[in-house]
């Protein structure tokens, strides 16, 4: 039932097991309010899309409870059908058809009139930006066309609450920073109330109003990007020594002004305490130690889920080890320092 | 029949048609392969029209007959492997999600395999007649052929989308398709029944449903009008559409699983 402050999806204790397999989601509870952007953020096989094919109720749960737009997702699927919008993990599109012959099919089963069905069809592809495109077959679109395509397919309805599934995996910069605008403007002017997954930490932490991260299947933390970073605390910094053989002094000097945690392959680095850079530069230079490497590191939401789990987001739905999944988060982060 | 049910098949037969007409992969070989069949059986077993007891002097219009049947084989591996990869890509959970009713989604997507299943028809009575075949049954008996070869495009058409939908997979689909070839070369395809040498194989072809189908599309091209062969016919095509119907329905049910 919706309360005085109703959510738009609310969820306790969800749980899916799959039968000869770990379960895929482990007894999640959550709540997302109308008009929030809510990002799901996990490696690959965390259970995002399990979850999300249970809240739209495409997979039973095996146990646990949900409610989306007021509905329970067992015994009411066509109502919650009736509110949703959802784009799963694939464009799932017919490549024999054009964007507007989709836009139409999509309307007609939707159960919208013959004009309902034009006039909605032509806005939705005049604000993804496929007018051009919209009698051209989806086998020639790009992926971002298709991802767009896909977006404005889960709309022609005007659902109050929205699904994307990794909506811009796969995607380059400009089309995703595209959809990610088409997403904010959705939840900041429609009030559509989004459901998000992604392993993308730039994305949950640009476009979320609240991020849940999820590992094998039991959500670790959720919050605001920004308070969750904050849980983490002070930022860490990282050295590199000039010559190898300063290694453990490097390390020595560092270890004076925080907890050491973990670095690339060569370096070192401490979460800092009350200390900043400036200090370490000093000490460093006071034993005429040589770096050519150092770097402050805010804390990130990967830092949030290395704290959570003991591993990087980044990788850790391959297997890869923590040290190269961090070298790998950290690379293309801009140095502060 | 509803408004929303009708819009429903409406549109999901429109997509069926037009995207089977965007695909030359599957109108092509459906159209060319049988009636390459059919001049090489024609070419090459005329003599069989010389065993006592054949029906027909002219042996093109005896193996016009196969042709519509391999029609409706290919209106299997087409309907399957279109809805296979409906549910590979997705597209099948994005109708679920939708207010769709099972039975239009079956109806709708049958549409595509009809459609080229008269073409089909149309063309291989076209170059049929053109050759020198005859239809002993006239104008009533080509459109009872077209009214047998849509039940037989049906039935074939479900029985390709039940697979489909049990097993999710194009590639398993279009494994069916060389067995029910087998079911071709077992039947009374290239003699009459009464004129197969061999027990067993004459014992196969009297049990296999596919020799009446073939039987009753040639007792219209060369007796004329045989009663028992046509309601036989008739009989084992809707007997294949309620198999198939209900096989694709028992799979779109654990396929489609939304709450």
Redesign the interface.
């Known amino acids: 039932m919706t309360e005085r402050n109703p959510a738009s999806i609310e969820v306790q204790g969800l749980v899916r097991e799959f039968r000869k397999g770990p379960r895929a989601v482990d007894g999640i509870d959550l709540r997302v309010a109308p008009g929030e952007i809510y990002g799901f953020l996990g490696p690959n096989g965390a259970g995002k899309s399990t979850t999300v094919l249970m809240l739209t109720t495409l997979l039973p749960p095996t146990a646990g409870s949900a409610r989306v737009g007021g509905y329970d997702v067992v015994t009411q699927g066509p109502q919650v059908r009736g509110v949703i919008g959802a784009a799963l993990q694939e464009s799932a599109l017919d490549p024999f058809l054009t964007g507007r012959e989709h836009m139409r099919l999509q309307g007609a089963l939707e159960g919208l009139s013959r004009s309902e069905r034009t006039d909605r069809g032509e806005e939705l592809l005049a604000r993804v930006g496929l007018m051009e495109a919209a009698d051209r077959k989806v086998r020639g679109y790009s992926g971002g066309m298709k991802r767009r395509l896909d977006l404005a397919l889960a709309l022609v309805h005007r659902p109050q609450i929205l699904f994307l599934d990794e909506p811009t995996t796969g995607l380059d910069i400009q089309s995703r920073a595209a959809l990610w605008d088409e997403v904010a403007r959705l939840a900041g002017e429609d009030g559509v109330t989004v459901f998000l997954t992604t392993q993308y930490l730039e994305e949950a932490d640009t476009l979320a109003d609240r991020v849940g991260i999820i590992d094998h299947g039991r959500i670790v933390a959720e919050g605001t990007p920004a308070a969750l970073k904050e849980e983490i605390g002070r930022p860490s910094v990282e050295a590199i020594p000039a010559d190898e053989a300063d290694f453990d002094a490097v390390v020595a000097v560092l270890q004076r002004f925080g907890e050491r945690t973990l670095a690339s392959r060569h370096g070192a680095a401490v979460r800092l305490g009350d200390a900043d850079l400036s200090d370490i530069v000093r000490a460093l230079d006071q034993q005429n130690l040589k770096v050519q490497h150092l770097q402050l590191h805010a804390p990130s939401l990967n830092d949030v889920f290395l704290a959570k789990t003991g591993r990087s987001l980044e990788g850790a739905g391959d297997q890869e080890s923590d040290e190269r999944a961090r070298q790998a988060s950290e690379a293309p982060a801009p140095a502060t320092a | 029949m509803n408004t929303?049910l009708a819009?429903?098949i409406?549109?999901?037969a429109?997509?069926s048609i037009?995207?089977t007409m965007?695909?030359p992969a599957q109108i092509v070989p459906a159209l060319v392969f049988p009636l390459f069949l059919l001049a090489v059986n024609a070419g090459g077993l005329n003599q069989a029209t010389k065993l006592p007891g054949f029906p027909t002097d002219s042996y093109l219009t005896f193996a016009l007959a196969i042709t519509f049947m391999q029609g409706a084989m290919f209106a299997l591996m087409n309907a399957g492997t279109d809805l296979a990869n409906?549910v590979e890509?997705?597209?099948l959970?994005?109708?679920?999600?939708?207010?769709?009713r099972g039975s239009a989604l079956l109806t709708g997507m049958l549409s595509g395999v009809v459609v080229l299943g008269f073409i089909q028809a149309i063309t291989y009575l076209l170059v049929g007649v053109t050759a020198g075949a005859h239809i002993a049954a006239g104008v009533g008996g080509v459109l009872t052929i077209f009214a047998l070869t849509f039940l037989m495009t049906l039935g074939f058409g479900a029985l390709g989308s039940a697979a489909a939908l049990r097993t999710g997979s194009g590639e398993a689909v279009q494994g069916l398709f060389p067995l029910f070839f087998v079911l071709l070369f077992l039947s009374s395809m290239s003699l009459p029944r009464n004129l197969i040498q061999a027990d067993w194989f004459r014992e196969v072809a009297t049990w296999n449903p596919v020799s009446y189908l073939i039987e009753a599309i040639r007792s219209l091209l060369i007796t004329g009008w045989d009663g028992e062969a046509l309601a036989l016919g008739f009989a084992v095509a809707a007997s294949l559409i309620v198999v198939g119907t209900v096989l694709a329905s028992l799979a779109l049910r654990t396929r489609l699983?939304?709450?």
């Open positions: 929303a819009t429903q409406g549109q999901l429109r997509r037009v995207r965007r695909q409906d890509t997705g597209f959970n994005r109708l679920a999600l939708t207010p769709l699983v939304r709450t």
